[in-house]
């Protein structure tokens, strides 16, 4: 009867500590908004889509007192979080508040400054240096210098003025200028972001601040600086980690700027960053290049079944991320021959399929040419009598099918 006893009380212990030992990837994330010049009831449900898309974050939404409230009743517990994200551009909280979110910060807690964020709380010093730059809300010369890069040159520029502008909304290329970086590295050095407002003449303390990357402030979309103003941002504060992206404006119901693949991964890529000082997170196959804007209606990164189910509508001009999305799944799946036949077997019955495009069939020709096996061969045979296509698939034969 002890030892039964016994082992029921091992048993116990055991089944206890066990799910101790399983390492929770989900961080846990409070996203706050309530207030703001653009439209909060959509970005901050995005915002929390693309953080939890991941499958790194667990996020949920604060939203506090309307304009002109009671701000004593918002009073969050920060210790709870991980990361703190900020879609707030409103009514200053209470001192307690502050006091709370300072500490969580020196303490080593994460945190994301989206957008508009950047032109809160103007009159609180530390905030200020918790953001690095700012703009708007009456800042001036007094909260700090504008601070930007003039060639590959960082500028400090204590010219008396406002903080804050921006044209009329552009594509417009990004520049990553620390590329080692976890949250860049990996990443195109230059690429093509969707139409958004481009922040310009921020400024503030930019105490332990480095700028990840820029874009070329243009007058020839109205307001310009015609220099190269920070967007990507990341700043240490006591022993938090902050990263501060300037981009993603909503104002049009989260059209472009917050669709952009760029602004998706470096969002998320950013706040993995800001919790932990590392990115685990591989770059997407749809990362634009400086040749074109790369857009996720749906905010979420294309699925090989979605790139088959739509490859086959592709004609000349039209965007190749589809076949993009083909091509990085065959590369992840190199060493599984099991897997690299299951698509090729989606591509072969797109390439027997009436309604496909000749352009498609031409991509997965060449495709199969140097992937493909003896399976693909009977369905390569039958398009060497279309003249279309006769020239790819003879190419594909000959690699398959290479003379003695």
């Given at each position: 009867?002890?030892?039964?006893?016994l082992?029921?009380?091992?048993?116990?212990?055991?089944?206890?500590f066990?799910?101790?030992?399983?390492?929770?990837?989900?961080?846990?994330?409070?996203?706050i908004t309530?207030?703001?010049?653009?439209?909060w009831k959509?970005?901050?449900?995005?915002?929390?889509?693309?953080?939890?898309e991941t499958?790194?974050?667990?996020?949920?939404?604060?939203?506090?007192?309307?304009?002109?409230?009671n701000?004593?009743?918002?009073?969050?517990?920060f210790?709870?979080?991980k990361?703190?994200?900020?879609?707030?551009n409103g009514?200053?909280?209470?001192?307690?508040?502050?006091a709370?979110?300072?500490?969580?910060?020196?303490?080593?807690?994460?945190?994301?400054?989206?957008?508009a964020?950047?032109?809160?709380?103007?009159e609180?010093k530390?905030?200020?240096?918790?953001?690095?730059?700012?703009?708007?809300?009456?800042?001036t010369?007094?909260?700090?210098?504008?601070?930007?890069?003039?060639?590959?040159?960082?500028v400090?520029?204590?010219t008396?003025?406002?903080?804050?502008?921006?044209?009329?909304k552009s594509?417009?290329?990004?520049t990553?200028?620390?590329?080692?970086?976890p949250?860049?590295?990996?990443l195109?050095?230059?690429?093509?972001?969707?139409?958004?407002?481009?922040?310009?003449?921020?400024?503030?303390?930019?105490?332990?601040?480095?700028?990840?990357?820029?874009?070329?402030?243009?007058s020839i979309v109205?307001v310009?600086?015609?220099?190269?103003?920070?967007?990507?941002?990341?700043?240490?504060?006591?022993?938090?980690?902050?990263?501060?992206?300037?981009?993603?404006?909503?104002?049009?119901?989260?059209?472009?700027?917050?669709?952009c693949?760029?602004?998706?991964?470096t969002l998320?890529?950013?706040?993995?960053?800001?919790?932990?000082?590392?990115?685990?997170?591989?770059?997407?196959f749809?990362f634009?290049?400086?040749?074109?804007?790369?857009?996720?209606p749906d905010?979420?990164?294309?699925?090989?079944?979605?790139a088959?189910?739509?490859?086959?509508?592709?004609?000349?001009?039209?965007?190749t991320k589809?076949?993009?999305?083909?091509?990085?799944?065959?590369?992840?799946?190199?060493?599984?021959e099991?897997?690299?036949?299951d698509?090729?077997?989606?591509?072969?019955?797109i390439?027997?399929?009436?309604k496909?495009?000749v352009?498609?069939?031409?991509?997965?020709?060449?495709?199969?040419?140097?992937m493909?096996?003896?399976?693909?061969?009977?369905?390569?045979?039958?398009?060497?009598?279309?003249?279309?296509?006769?020239?790819?698939?003879?190419?594909a034969?000959?690699?398959?099918?290479?003379?003695?």
């Amino acid at each position: 009867m002890k030892k039964q006893f016994l082992f029921f009380i091992m048993a116990t212990a055991l089944l206890t500590f066990l799910p101790g030992c399983k390492k929770d990837t989900k961080y846990s994330t409070l996203i706050i908004t309530g207030q703001n010049n653009h439209k909060w009831k959509e970005s901050s449900v995005i915002l929390k889509q693309i953080l939890d898309e991941t499958g790194l974050f667990s996020s949920e939404i604060m939203i506090t007192p309307e304009k002109g409230g009671n701000m004593n009743k918002f009073n969050p517990n920060f210790s709870k979080y991980k990361l703190v994200v900020l879609d707030y551009n409103g009514d200053s909280w209470s001192d307690n508040t502050n006091a709370e979110f300072l500490k969580y910060v020196k303490d080593g807690g994460g945190v994301v400054i989206y957008h508009a964020a950047d032109n809160s709380f103007p009159e609180w010093k530390e905030y200020n240096e918790i953001i690095g730059l700012g703009g708007w809300g009456n800042r001036t010369e007094k909260n700090g210098p504008y601070i930007y890069l003039k060639g590959n040159d960082l500028v400090y520029d204590s010219t008396a003025g406002v903080a804050g502008s921006h044209g009329k909304k552009s594509e417009y290329i990004i520049t990553n200028r620390i590329v080692d970086h976890p949250i860049t590295k990996g990443l195109p050095v230059r690429w093509l972001h969707g139409s958004d407002e481009l922040y310009s003449q921020l400024r503030g303390p930019g105490k332990n601040m480095q700028i990840l990357a820029t874009a070329f402030s243009d007058s020839i979309v109205g307001v310009g600086t015609m220099r190269n103003e920070p967007l990507l941002m990341i700043i240490t504060y006591g022993k938090g980690r902050i990263f501060h992206t300037a981009m993603g404006d909503d104002y049009d119901g989260a059209g472009p700027a917050m669709q952009c693949a760029g602004f998706i991964t470096t969002l998320q890529r950013g706040a993995e960053w800001a919790v932990t000082g590392n990115v685990t997170q591989i770059v997407p196959f749809d990362f634009p290049s400086a040749a074109g804007v790369v857009l996720r209606p749906d905010y979420k990164e294309i699925t090989l079944e979605e790139a088959m189910a739509n490859i086959g509508n592709y004609d000349i001009g039209k965007s190749t991320k589809y076949l993009s999305c083909i091509q990085s799944h065959i590369r992840n799946l190199a060493g599984s021959e099991q897997g690299l036949r299951d698509i090729e077997k989606m591509m072969d019955k797109i390439l027997v399929h009436n309604k496909a495009t000749v352009a498609a069939k031409k991509l997965l020709l060449r495709e199969l040419s140097w992937m493909g096996s003896d399976y693909s061969i009977p369905a390569i045979k039958k398009l060497v009598s279309n003249a279309e296509l006769k020239d790819e698939a003879e190419y594909a034969l000959a690699r398959l099918q290479p003379t003695n």
